[in-house]
């Protein structure tokens, strides 16, 4: 007799194998996915286009209010972490004080495009007013022959792209002298064997810099500006401040504030 024995299966290895591996899917069954598919996109579209309607006017309601508080913007946007890791020099944040505007505005035909208006006030660093960065829509040459829904609502509009069909442009900032040139003086550095950046430099390059490498625009206008009152007020971007320990470290740390990333102001009740 040999003295090799003979391997056999452990017990219990038939219900080891897994019991999805041989699903398939049909033509007939994928193309039914793929119709649902497109209409739950469609319907979300079309939802977000009716609250963007509605929203609207609120929003514009809700400026006019946010204007007469002094700093604002410049508190709501350093509330959200990620847009203060791009705003982290001193310098970027005293020219951010004197924000006292911000206002989004999307595109008439393709909703999810849009430009963000910073309003600032008379400041030392540069003259323009108003700095904008655009979200311009590259319309697909098939979009031509859309016809739309009763809703609105083209193929194009389905199958949208933002990498395809947005276009980031650059606004070129006048400053008032050379020594306030902020994109100058704190630079993008750029690797070549990289995409992303490897430092971001000063905040104002994302105006004079066409692409938005750190979806900054998205960011805003998506995120900030609609949630902004909680971002001033401290109620989204930061920690539970509320919190007998928040407050006992706060009070045993108070020497060793980041004054490069301001705290969020505690909810007023």
């Known amino acids: 007799m040999s003295g090799k024995g003979v391997k056999r299966a452990s017990p219990g290895a038939e219900e080891q194998k897994n019991p999805l591996g041989d699903v398939e899917l049909s033509d007939e069954d994928a193309s039914k996915l793929q119709k649902i598919q497109k209409d739950i996109q469609r319907a979300e579209l079309i939802l977000e286009r009716r609250a963007q309607e509605k929203l609207t006017p609120v929003y514009a309601s809700r400026r006019a209010v946010v204007k007469a508080i002094p700093k604002f913007w410049p508190v709501a946007l350093m509330n959200n972490e990620m847009f203060a890791l791009q705003c982290q020099h001193y310098a970027d ?10 206002w989004l505005v999307r595109d008439a035909v393709e909703s999810r495009c849009f430009t963000l208006e910073f309003h600032f006030k008379e400041n030392p660093y540069f003259s323009d007013p108003i700095l904008k960065k655009v979200y311009k829509y590259v319309a697909p040459p098939a979009s031509s022959e859309d016809k739309a829904d009763e809703d609105g609502v083209t193929e194009s509009m389905l199958d ?11 606004f070129k900032i006048n400053w008032k002298d050379e020594s306030k040139n902020l994109t100058k003086l704190y630079p993008r550095v750029n690797d070549d064997t990289e995409d992303v950046p490897i430092e971001s430099g000063s905040f104002f390059g994302f105006f004079e810099i066409a692409a938005d490498f750190f979806d900054i625009g998205i960011l805003i206008a998506n995120d900030i ?7 001033f007020l401290g109620q989204r971007g930061g920690e539970d401040l509320d919190s007998d320990e928040e407050d006992s470290d706060e009070d045993e740390n108070e020497d060793e504030i980041d004054l490069e990333k301001p705290r969020p102001k505690k909810p007023k009740h």
């Open 93 to 102: 944040q005293h020219a951010l004080s004197y924000l006292e505007d911000l």
């Open 160 to 170: 949208f792209s933002w990498e395809r069909d947005v276009e980031p442009l650059s």
């Open 225 to 231: 500006f609609p949630e902004c009152v909680e971002y």
